[in-house]
């Protein structure tokens, strides 16, 4: 039999080697082991923090604490104990929409456990009529606070209140930026607050003679709830504007500060660069519709580990909600203080909502929500509530992308809840604005819903 | 006095010799003053023989069946009484006195009136110089001393007459009231009846003595097979058997109980080692040997009995006439020393056949060597090859670069990163994994442990247990031994020495090209290493190397591939392919190709036990596709078209790189003499690129980790870049003279254009490596960051187990419970199932998310001390952690990582701890395969003629 020739042989080997490449089709490489938390189960315990003024400061607060209907598979009612942080709280049954008043002495706490921790929601409310709005969220500890805004001036002063609701101490540190880099701070690290108390810092016993200031709270130990009541005035002889600082988990490339009041004497965007890198600053107004640079603002630039303020008076337009957005490509923090002639409001950058938020409202101001859409359209329904649970007024908003958007929740309503539908992005805020006077904002956060559930798996190192 | 002298001849189809024992005997200086035969039914003819020569009254009859002692006492029965002076001179059929043995043997008993019994020389009958037994005496185990050596020759040196425990009964003059009174042992009908007969005179208080001068010259027809009786049986047997007799039922009572289990161990070692030598036989015998003899324990208590009444002297002044205790082992290491110098002495020849066919470098074919060849007369020797030769400094240059390239992986720590884990303290780590069926890891796990744990854990005790090093040596050193296996290959397939030391440099950097080293791929590099080797093994199954060679490379293969395979499972179903094309390709020697073929990829199977069978139902099938090393994810990347034509499986060297070797191989094709060598590499490329093909389209987990991940393919190119390799070497060898001997045309610039490019392709490679160093992933480094009070802990007891947490709420956590300080190599095969760990896995949810007490407390159920988040801590995490009863607050290492002790004390009650009973057998079949795959594989013991 004639052998086959090896130039045939050559050829199919050949031929075969380049099929085998070309026929290759090399699988991508795995995803990063990285993936979002999923969402679990309802949360089976909430523990929120309301807290007070020192004591002496003359303001009469409401502290009311609510259990929000229309979280999607929550309709349970449930107990809540409600009192100060140091104990001896009392336990009340609370109906599912209703919201009820608690005493506001102690640095109260609301804490529920089982069908009540799904949906807890509260604030502290400060009024003088005709003069100033204050409002608060009633918060849930954490490990990380940072507030932008704080003063410890002659016309401009910051008290830090900090609650412990575990049962084990929390250790604090505490970090101060102002306009010229880290201030220099002494004893503020390693402090202890121990369990079941509240600690409260005035500023200015920190960062002395400083008119703006942002605020880190880092718990290197067990968590803390955190927040900052500030007082500020424009002069000497203006009248003392009271405002709770909005609080922001940490720096982000992209805020929304939403819930400006529509009106203002003076606006003024305060950009807190705790980084050590200098941070360029892209300031956009988010309008009814749409996002446009404001003109006459130019390139805004934040040293590393310095605070800037950033005059905005006049470059925003009046008579409509809007927000203001900061990019940056490195982490930043921002609120924009807006005073009028009796008041300031203090707005903070809101996060975008993972699930139903609810504020409170203050009998005798006009409140207004303002929500601005991400990049694509956003769709947000919302409703508002007596005290009672009865539902007095709703409306669906769809928002054009990073467009702002306000909704009026009417009269007689004691309480918002917002929903957000579908897949676009919204933040929000609810600006308070009273009759004879006094503004107020307080950025909307999801409510307690359903746990987190961080995506967990075995290493292998 | 008068002395009387009976010569006894005891025969049995002994006319092969008679004629000349006959004669020996009628030429006697002194004769014997009687002589009778005794002819034991032989067959031939002897009798009529015997009958002619010594009358037909001096020969008597026995059965077939008698033993020599037997015969001897039927001989006697037919004498007259004993006479006061009357000697018995006993002689075989098959030994031949020497004129005046006798006399010599009488001047002796005359002088010394106290000697019984009086032995000649023996010496072998058909050289008649060399010396068999000047005396004999028996050693501790049974072996028959003639302190002689082996070949000894008879130069006059053994000339003093002395004492002995015994002289063989061939030529053995004996007082015949002694012999009848002791008479020789019925129950050693052949063997050991003279040295027990020695032994019972010399208890008796009867001298037995040597008498040098006296020659009988002797065939041992029945040692040597060359004479079959009734009686004989197997000789080997019966020597054995007849010497644990001797021995135990002379022994002195008191060592008796030892004796016996000194016996017995001994006789089971040498039958293992008969087998270890491949002596099967041997080994049976041995073993019948002694059964023959330890299951009939009443021969023994009644030759014990039979001995007490003839004793008269004790123990102790015999003992100097029995062979030193230290003997047996000074045969043993004899023994040991004849094999080493043996496998020197076939090493040395195979060196002189090497350099024979370098020679002369046209021939290409191996073949006998030349016996000038053998002894090179400008030889330099083994020095001076070293200095001299081009391989000397090309090993001194890769090591040299290997230096180099390692200049950030010294100083303190351990290698690891990429796929590799840190190596653990000791080898006896690898070894307590790889033979462990429970393995007390995260949450328990039986799993089997990956094969490669075996051949690291006998490579680390070889380097008195530093696994550190020897994972230091594979991946620093891996080229410059990775070119040392393929040089010893590219010498035995091409006849150019330039060609091989070319193909052994472009082949030993494919470690670091590829960049298996700097990823960390053990697997990768170890097989790059041990793939010429098997390539090398697999040669010698081809036609025309004979059946004994063939049998045995088949199992050289098997071991080699089992290796190969052990790191790189994958290796296996690339040799069922290339077996494939093989038999596909033998024609007409398919049936023996089939065997030496399938028995390595069969036994292979074997040699990765419990591996191969267990892996599947705990790691998963795809288990069997990843490499020894860490899967990592992360390393791996798409695998372009470039890649896989130039062989670039990760982040290596640039491509360009390698475009000499690519571009030698395609051109190896076209040189007509060389292509059918040529042809077969290339179809171990094609082989590679289709496995890679197939393998690089999907991704696979197994059941510890299951992110499905592209595998790393870094062996398949690793084969399809060695195979070019060795297929431009083919046609490199001589091309010189090829390129300058033909008639000017195209080829000429275009060959020579290639040669440059592939003779520039390795040194590049090689400068490349220098600059850029081993490092990568791969990096020195501590082995943990978990606090060393946890891991103290953990060591002390391993219930005191660490979770460590990392990652972060946004992206994710990964745990691992450490038991121990860090992973180590090895572990992460045995690590168990995600599966296994659900519950954990729910837990450690549970601590992310929104813990309570009630899930602290499940974890100190399930062996959890310590909870450990390395930085940069999550700081959610870390708030949770801190504000759960339950844990406290422990020290920590640094500023941002976080560390929490549990309050309850660990326990571990919910581990899943259930050892394989299955496995002790599955590893006992494995040892046993290695050993009988090893003992095939060894060289034969007879050469082939």
């Not at chain 1, 259990?67 to 409600?82: C, D, I, M, Y």
């Not at chain 2, 039986?446 to 008195?464: E, H, I, K, Q, R």
Request: glycine residues 10%; hydrophobic residues 45%.
């Amino acid at each position: 039999m004639r052998r086959p020739s090896t130039a045939l042989a050559v050829v199919v080997l050949v031929l075969a080697a380049v099929a085998a490449v070309l026929l290759t089709r090399p699988a991508a490489p795995a995803a990063p082991p990285a993936a979002p938390p999923s969402v679990g189960r309802l949360v089976s315990s909430t523990a929120l923090a309301c807290p007070d003024q020192p004591p002496g400061s003359g303001v009469s607060p409401t502290v009311r604490v609510g259990l929000a209907p229309g979280l999607p598979g929550v309709h349970r009612s449930g107990t809540v104990e409600t009192g100060p942080v140091s104990g001896g709280s009392t336990a009340r049954a609370l109906s599912r929409g209703s919201l009820v008043t608690m005493p506001a002495d102690g640095g109260p706490e609301a804490r529920a456990t089982g069908a009540a921790a799904a949906g807890l929601f509260g604030a502290r409310t400060e009024r003088v009529p005709g003069k100033a709005v204050a409002v608060t969220p009633c918060v849930a500890a954490r490990a990380r606070w940072w507030f932008t805004g704080a003063g410890a001036g002659l016309d401009h002063s910051s008290t830090l209140v900090l609650a412990n609701l575990d049962p084990g101490p929390a250790v604090v540190d505490l970090r101060v930026l102002g306009p010229d880099g880290d201030v220099e701070t002494v004893a503020t690290t390693g402090i202890v607050v121990a369990p079941h108390t509240v600690r409260r810092f005035a500023l200015a016993d920190l960062a002395p003679q400083t008119d703006d200031l942002a605020l880190s709270v880092k718990a290197e130990r067990g968590r803390v709830a955190a927040s900052v009541t500030d007082a500020f005035r424009q002069r000497a002889t203006a009248p003392t504007g009271r405002e709770w600082l909005s609080a922001s988990e940490q720096p982000s490339r992209d805020l929304t500060v939403s819930g400006l009041p529509v009106k203002a004497q003076r606006r003024t965007l305060l950009v807190a660069n705790p980084s050590e890198l200098e941070a360029v600053l892209d300031v956009r107004v988010a309008g009814r519709s749409g996002t446009f640079t404001p003109t006459g603002l130019g390139e805004v630039t934040v040293g590393p580990r310095a605070i800037l303020p950033v005059d905005l008076t006049g470059l925003l337009p009046t008579g409509e909600p809007v927000a203001v957005r900061v990019t940056s490509r490195t982490p930043v923090l921002a609120m924009v203080r807006s005073v009028d002639p009796t008041d300031t409001s203090d707005a903070g950058a809101a996060d975008p909502l993972t699930g139903p938020a609810a504020a409170v409202l203050v009998p005798g101001t006009t409140a207004s929500v303002q929500l601005t859409a991400g990049r694509s359209r956003a769709h947000v329904g919302l409703t508002s509530y007596a005290a009672s649970g009865r539902r007095v007024h709703s409306a669906r908003l769809t928002i054009s992308p990073t467009a702002t958007a306000a909704w009026s929740p009417g009269a007689g309503a004691a309480y918002v809840v917002v929903s957000p539908r579908g897949s676009g992005s919204v933040r929000g805020a609810v600006s308070y604005g009273g009759g004879g006077g006094g503004v107020a904002s307080v950025p909307l956060g999801a409510l307690p819903g359903r746990e987190l559930r961080p995506r967990v798996v075995p290493g292998l190192r | 006095m008068t002395t009387l002298v009976t010569a006894l001849l005891v025969s049995h189809d002994g006319d092969r010799w008679l004629a000349a024992v006959l004669d020996g005997l009628a030429a006697q200086t002194r004769q014997p003053d009687r002589c009778v035969a005794v002819d034991t039914a032989s067959t031939d003819t002897g009798p009529l023989l015997l009958r002619q020569r010594l009358g037909a009254d001096a020969v008597l009859e026995a059965p077939a069946t008698s033993g020599f002692g037997e015969a001897v006492a039927h001989g006697l029965s037919g004498l007259p009484p004993a006479e006061e002076h009357e000697w018995v001179w006993l002689l075989h059929d098959d030994s031949a006195p020497a004129p005046d043995a006798l006399e010599r043997l009488l001047v002796v008993a005359g002088d010394q009136p106290s000697v019984s019994v009086l032995g000649p020389t023996l010496r072998a009958w058909p050289s008649l110089r060399r010396l068999l037994e000047v005396g004999v005496t028996i050693s501790g185990t049974g072996g028959r001393e003639t302190g002689l050596e082996h070949g000894e020759h008879d130069q006059g040196q053994h000339d003093r007459v002395r004492d002995v425990l015994a002289v063989n009964t061939a030529g053995m003059l004996v007082r015949r009231s002694l012999l009848e009174s002791l008479g020789l042992d019925p129950r050693l009908p052949l063997f050991g009846n003279d040295i027990d007969f020695g032994w019972r005179a010399a208890r008796a208080g009867e001298r037995v003595v040597v008498v040098p001068d006296a020659v009988v010259f002797h065939v041992e027809a029945a040692h040597r097979g060359l004479r079959r009786t009734p009686v004989t049986g197997r000789v080997r047997r019966g020597e054995r058997a007849a010497a644990l007799y001797v021995l135990l039922v002379n022994a002195p009572p008191v060592t008796l109980p030892l004796r016996v289990v000194r016996l017995l161990l001994g006789s089971l070692l040498r039958a293992l080692g008969l087998l270890l030598v491949r002596a099967p036989r041997e080994a049976l015998d041995e073993l019948s040997g002694l059964a023959s003899t330890y299951l009939r324990p009443g021969r023994v208590v009644a030759g014990r009995r039979a001995r007490r009444g003839t004793a008269k002297v004790p123990h102790r002044e015999v003992r100097h006439l029995l062979a030193p205790a230290w003997v047996p082992y000074r045969r043993g290491l004899d023994l040991v020393g004849d094999a080493v110098s043996r496998g020197a002495h076939q090493a040395g020849d195979r060196s002189a056949a090497r350099r024979a066919r370098h020679v002369e470098p046209a021939a290409t074919e191996t073949g006998p060597v030349p016996a000038e060849a053998q002894s090179l007369p400008d030889d330099p020797g083994v020095l001076g090859r070293l200095v001299a030769g081009p391989v000397a400094w090309t090993s001194a240059l890769l090591v040299l670069a290997a230096v180099v390239a390692a200049r950030d992986l010294v100083g303190h720590g351990t290698l690891q990163g990429g796929a590799l884990l840190p190596a653990p303290d000791s080898a006896l780590d690898w070894w307590r994994t790889y033979l462990g069926s429970e393995h007390r890891i995260g949450t328990g796990s039986s799993a089997p442990a990956a094969p490669y744990l075996l051949p690291m854990a006998v490579a680390g005790t070889v380097l008195v247990g530093r696994a550190w090093l020897l994972v230091a040596v594979l991946f620093l050193l891996a080229v410059p031994l990775a070119a040392w296996g393929a040089h010893r290959f590219l010498l035995r397939v091409t006849a150019s020495r330039p060609a091989s030391l070319w193909g052994a440099v472009a082949y030993g950097v494919l470690p670091v090209v590829t960049g298996a080293v700097q990823g960390g791929r053990l697997g990768t590099v170890v097989g790059t290493l041990v793939l010429p080797w098997l390539a090398h093994a697999a040669l010698f199954l081809r036609a025309g190397e004979s059946a004994d060679r063939r049998a045995r490379a088949a199992w050289r293969t098997a071991l080699w591939l089992g290796v190969l395979a052990a790191f790189v499972p994958v290796a296996w179903a690339m040799a069922v392919l290339v077996g494939l094309v093989v038999l596909v390709a033998a024609g007409g020697d398919r049936t023996v190709m089939s065997r030496v073929v399938l028995t390595p990829l069969v036994a292979v199977l074997v040699l990765l036990l419990p591996w191969s069978l267990a892996t599947w139902s705990h790691q998963g099938p795809a288990a069997a596709l990843f490499e020894a090393g860490l899967p990592s994810p992360h390393l791996a990347r798409a695998l372009g078209r470039w890649d896989l034509v130039l062989g670039r499986p990760g982040a290596g060297a640039p491509l360009w790189l390698s475009t000499g070797v690519l571009l030698a191989a395609l051109a190896a094709l076209l040189r007509p003499d060389t292509r059918r060598a040529v042809l077969r590499a290339w179809t171990v490329v094609v082989v590679a690129l289709a496995t890679t093909a197939v393998l690089a389209s999907s991704t696979f987990s197994t059941s510890s980790s299951t992110t499905d991940q592209p595998l790393w393919m870094g062996f398949p190119l690793v084969v399809a870049q060695a195979a070019g390799i060795a297929a431009a070497a083919l046609a490199g060898s001589g091309i010189r003279s090829r390129l300058t001997g033909a008639s000017f045309g195209w080829r000429q610039p275009v060959g020579a254009l290639v040669v440059v490019l592939a003779v520039l392709t390795p040194l590049a490679s090689v400068l490349w490596w220098a600059s850029s160093g081993s490092a990568g992933a791969l990096h020195r480094g501590s082995g943990s960051d978990v606090p060393t009070y946890m891991t103290d802990a953990a060591l002390e007891a391993p219930v005191n187990g660490v979770l460590v947490l990392r990652g972060s709420t946004a992206s994710g956590f990964r745990y691992v419970l450490l038991r121990q300080p860090g992973m180590r190599l090895g572990d992460d095969s045995v690590l168990p199932s995600a599966a296994a760990q659900s519950r954990l896995t729910a837990y450690v949810e549970d601590l992310a998310a929104a813990p309570t007490a009630a899930e602290v407390r499940a974890l100190s159920r399930l062996g959890v001390a310590f909870v450990y988040a390395p930085a940069p801590a999550d700081a959610a995490l870390a708030a949770h952690l801190d504000s759960v009863s339950g844990l406290s607050r422990a020290s920590a290492t640094g500023r941002s990582d976080r560390a929490w002790q549990l309050d309850s004390p660990p326990s571990d009650e919910d581990l899943h701890l259930a050892a394989d009973r299955s496995r002790p057998w599955l590893l006992l079949v494995q040892g046993l395969a290695l050993g009988v795959a090893a003992v095939l594989a060894a060289p034969s013991r007879r050469r082939a003629a």
